[in-house]
């Protein structure tokens, strides 16, 4: 499964949450782009157009989805699945079909890796750097943990979940919203 939400930095913060259609909320449009296969709780980003596809190893995240939605209302996942939407090749033309992203840097996020944890810099621990797979934005690339200050990564370590220790605590470290790092 996805990166999964598990609450924030501050106590008083809060889920940072945008997408829609067109300026619904003063915020950007966040169509899906033609074609995509969308899976709940996955990374995003714009691309050059400003459609939301999956995001890619190195690529700064605009955010983790969190709803499908079109006209307003919430659309059912696609047949036999709780998590997956399956975009049509017109959704820029006519479905506009649209995402509704956490883009907040403080949201904590519960996220597999590729292997084994702590393997590569003591990724399970805090302060970790670390990419998502190239054909992957589910979970987190462990051979990718860095310590190095100036590398960055996408993500930033918190530590390993103690609900799931097979699974990082992370947060959003390259954004969109924030100038990358």
């Avoid at 997408?19 to 033609?34: C, I, K, S, V």
Wanted: proline content about 3%; charged content about 20%.
């Amino acid at each position: 499964m996805a990166f999964i939400y598990k609450g924030q930095v501050r106590t008083n913060g809060g889920r940072v949450l945008v997408g829609g259609e067109a300026d619904t909320y003063g915020g950007p449009a966040t169509l899906f782009a033609n074609s995509e296969v969308v899976v709940l709780g996955n990374a995003y980003i714009a691309d050059s157009a400003g459609n939301l596809v999956k995001v890619t190893a190195g690529d700064a995240i605009f955010g983790i989805l969190v709803g499908v939605y079109n006209k307003g209302a919430y659309i059912a996942p696609d047949s036999n699945s709780l998590t997956t939407w399956t975009v049509e090749g017109d959704n820029i033309t006519d479905k506009q079909v649209y995402g509704i992203c956490d883009i907040s840097r403080e949201s904590v996020y519960s996220a597999p890796q590729d292997g084994t944890i702590d393997t590569t810099a003591n990724s399970g621990d805090f302060g970790a750097y670390i990419d998502v797979p190239s054909s992957d934005a589910t979970q987190l690339d462990e051979s990718t943990a860095t310590r190095t200050r100036g590398t960055g990564g996408q993500f930033l370590t918190v530590g390993t979940d103690p609900e799931a220790t097979t699974r990082i605590l992370c947060v959003i470290n390259e954004s969109e919203w924030c100038s990358g790092t």
